[in-house]
């Protein structure tokens, strides 16, 4: 075959190919972009100062704000956070550095059946067992929820994160008579820390989207929770009932439903974004970025 003629087929061939690659890509950025288009043009002009900052105050026709909603969200994801983060760090530390055997093999087996666990179960399961302790549906129950979910991403991907920092890092630490506990916290993990907080930060944009849990045992309050024990309300919850026609005025409640969509995508993303920037820190610092 004549040199340029084959020259020219390559071309054909790699052209035809990156086409392929860029409508799949369009193809799947559709039902995204469609996404956030519907509901910031139909949330945004909902949204205002006072939209933001006072409390539902209409119990059977969902008036008012969503102050209320966007508190008790983020009290009951913080409050599972300061569960599940923990103990996912310490998880992930001993898969990484000590888990060995089937005792670890075992830990890895249920942390992967957890991270894929329809969180309706995790709901129902917090329904039946923390609802009748308190009295009634609460932060604390929803907080339960949530922890369980967010745990098994943490552990995993702080696993991940750690297996990737060098051996010749511990063996430095190990070199200057480190002690092994204190390589792993003030080295390895230091080394890692940009991956691990990542992950945390993932899991904590999935649990503010978290609906099913939510509507199981948080409540749906008009008032500001003051404690684990209080019922409260969530902007998923805001969505869920304004959407379905919980409410008697559901012209009010859908408009609130989608400020409140608004709201919530604004806050996922945000949180996504500032993720993505910590990666691209994190190469760069690195040398991975060019």
């Given at each position: 075959?004549?040199p340029?003629r084959?020259?020219r087929?390559?071309?054909?061939?790699s052209?035809a190919?990156i086409?392929?690659?860029?409508?799949?890509l369009?193809v799947?950025m559709?039902p995204l972009l469609?996404i956030?288009y519907?509901v910031?043009s139909?949330?945004?002009g909902?949204?205002d100062?006072?939209f933001?900052?006072e409390?539902?105050?209409?119990?059977?026709?969902?008036?008012g704000?969503i102050?209320?909603?966007?508190y008790g969200?983020v009290?009951?994801?913080?409050f599972?956070?300061?569960?599940?983060?923990?103990?996912?760090?310490?998880?992930g530390?001993y898969?990484?550095?000590?888990g060995r055997?089937r005792l670890?093999s075992?830990?890895r087996f249920?942390?992967d059946?957890?991270?894929?666990f329809?969180s309706?179960?995790?709901?129902l399961f917090?329904l039946?067992?923390f609802?009748?302790?308190?009295?009634h549906?609460?932060v604390g129950a929803?907080?339960f929820?949530?922890g369980v979910l967010m745990?098994?991403?943490?552990?995993r991907?702080?696993e991940?994160?750690?297996?990737?920092v060098?051996?010749?890092?511990?063996?430095?630490g190990h070199a200057?008579?480190?002690?092994?506990?204190?390589?792993t916290l003030?080295?390895?993990l230091s080394?890692?820390?940009?991956?691990?907080?990542t992950g945390?930060?993932l899991?904590?944009?999935?649990?503010f989207?978290?609906t099913?849990?939510?509507i199981l045992?948080?409540?749906?309050s008009?008032y500001f929770a003051?404690?684990l024990g209080d019922?409260s309300?969530a902007?998923?919850?805001i969505?869920?009932?304004?959407?379905?026609?919980a409410y008697?005025?559901?012209?009010?409640?859908?408009?609130r439903?989608?400020?409140?969509?608004?709201v919530?995508?604004?806050?996922?993303?945000?949180?996504?974004?500032?993720?993505r920037?910590?990666?691209?820190?994190?190469?760069a610092?690195?040398?991975?970025?060019?």
């Amino acid at each position: 075959m004549n040199p340029d003629r084959h020259y020219r087929l390559r071309q054909w061939k790699s052209r035809a190919m990156i086409g392929l690659c860029v409508g799949a890509l369009l193809v799947a950025m559709a039902p995204l972009l469609s996404i956030l288009y519907e509901v910031f043009s139909r949330g945004v002009g909902v949204i205002d100062w006072r939209f933001l900052t006072e409390r539902q105050y209409g119990e059977t026709d969902g008036a008012g704000g969503i102050a209320n909603a966007i508190y008790g969200s983020v009290l009951v994801v913080g409050f599972a956070s300061l569960m599940a983060i923990p103990m996912g760090v310490l998880a992930g530390i001993y898969l990484s550095e000590f888990g060995r055997g089937r005792l670890a093999s075992t830990i890895r087996f249920f942390a992967d059946v957890f991270a894929n666990f329809p969180s309706v179960v995790i709901g129902l399961f917090a329904l039946i067992v923390f609802v009748p302790v308190i009295g009634h549906k609460a932060v604390g129950a929803a907080a339960f929820a949530l922890g369980v979910l967010m745990l098994p991403l943490v552990a995993r991907t702080t696993e991940e994160s750690l297996r990737l920092v060098p051996d010749h890092i511990r063996e430095a630490g190990h070199a200057l008579g480190i002690s092994g506990w204190r390589v792993t916290l003030q080295v390895t993990l230091s080394a890692g820390r940009a991956s691990v907080i990542t992950g945390a930060m993932l899991a904590i944009a999935r649990s503010f989207g978290e609906t099913a849990p939510l509507i199981l045992t948080l409540g749906a309050s008009t008032y500001f929770a003051e404690g684990l024990g209080d019922p409260s309300n969530a902007l998923t919850t805001i969505v869920y009932n304004g959407a379905t026609g919980a409410y008697s005025s559901y012209a009010v409640a859908q408009q609130r439903a989608w400020g409140a969509a608004a709201v919530l995508l604004f806050i996922v993303l945000t949180i996504n974004v500032v993720v993505r920037f910590v990666t691209l820190r994190k190469q760069a610092a690195s040398g991975g970025a060019r």
